[in-house]
């Protein structure tokens, strides 16, 4: 079990386990526990998604839904509480949509996450480790999560790389 | 070496030497061995690759075509005889392409697996590392292979992540 | 730290910090250092990135640009100095670009990696871990990639899998 004030990052791919081994992970901790949830259901496969997740989840959780305002989301968190954010890969497309800033937003989003206020845990996808993709954009976007990635990763007392439901831990 | 009846999966990209090494782990078992493939050959590439695998391997080994009726083919195997089954990913590609329940083939699949009777090991793709594809069939098989994984994961002794041909314990 | 005289493989997705992690681990040995970049600039994006990664580094680097000649490259740097050859991926793409023989090209770079005559680095790219690609030389590319990336593992002293920044050791 991590430390009470400590920052987990839980890193893998599409369908890894990363959001069921976060919770394990956040559960273990005493209830009330703050669930900040990224993503935007603009069609049905992403509604089902989320509906997945929400139904997964236990008595217990308060879910916030923060697609694009993480920093406040997460600032508002009381202290000495257990936090899941899920997902940063999300949050960060969702500011993408929007042709915001990436960098200045995961500037901003790195400050608040490199000083926890209780045990948190925060999901993203790697997306690095495919083909280099033919449109522009996602390879602007792939470049934006990489450095997020190593940004979070950097400030985090653990970070986890998922396989197949299993973690791997790398620091 | 593994025990005499466990389970090995070994998981990995494109060309990460799943295969090759999965048949050193199998033969340092007395022959015979029986090898299950899942490869079709639709075109003159998946003929080759097939080729290219039959070739490596070495006399002692008996090959079975399973693209569909994989938990039938290694029920059939007899106690106690090193399996190598290759690889999950095209099986349940297959299955795709035939418009079957993959979540159901899945189960049927896991449970044969959480009981081996000899030293098995078996090989599948990671593919949900790269960037979200645009089309929603490769999502859906993208995530049907990540829950496989973890399904198969969850039940092996022992778990295997192939870097460049180089095997990391996940568990 | 690496012997004097070894050769560290540093593999990872996009924007994974192999570069950056490659040139820590290079200039913890003295001054001259030699960087082999085999990036061509076709494009304003390729200009970009190859900018960004001459300005991080510090004094005392000598840059040679070897988008082909690699091999020949390598052979040219005088014995005990540090090298660091960023990417062997990007190297194969532009042989692929000229419709070179990639595992006779392969082949002629293991040899002389095969014998490194100081603290050698070498950096690729994995790029076998997501959905297949839809088009025929995409695959063909990813093959020939993964297959070298196993030829240098094989020779090297230490190999790195990066995770967001961060080394895990793979050999």
């Keep these: ?42 069609d049905d496969e992403m509604v089902e998604r989320i509906a997945l997740h929400r139904d997964r989840r236990a008595e217990g959780w308060q879910t916030i839904d923060a697609p694009l305002d ?18 940063l890969t999300l949050w960060l497309s969702n500011h993408l949509l929007v042709d915001h800033d990436l960098e200045r937003e995961s500037e901003r989003l790195e400050a608040v996450l490199a000083k926890p206020r209780g045990p948190w845990f925060v999901v993203a996808n790697e997306v690095g480790l495919g083909i280099v993709p033919d449109n ?26 998922m396989v197949a439901g299993l973690p791997m831990q790398v620091k």
């Design 1 to 42: 079990m991590p430390d009470a004030t400590s920052l987990t990052f839980l890193l893998g791919g599409a369908r890894s386990g990363k959001s069921a081994h976060a919770e394990r992970l956040a559960t273990a901790f005493p209830a009330p526990w703050t669930y900040i949830a990224t993503a935007q259901a603009f």
């Design 70 to 87: 993480l920093a406040d989301a997460i600032t508002g968190v009381p202290d000495g509480q257990p936090l899941l954010v899920d997902c």
């Design 136 to 161: 522009a954009l996602a390879r602007k976007f792939r470049d934006a999560a990489g450095r997020l990635n190593q940004r979070i990763a950097a400030r985090a007392d653990r970070v986890l790389f």
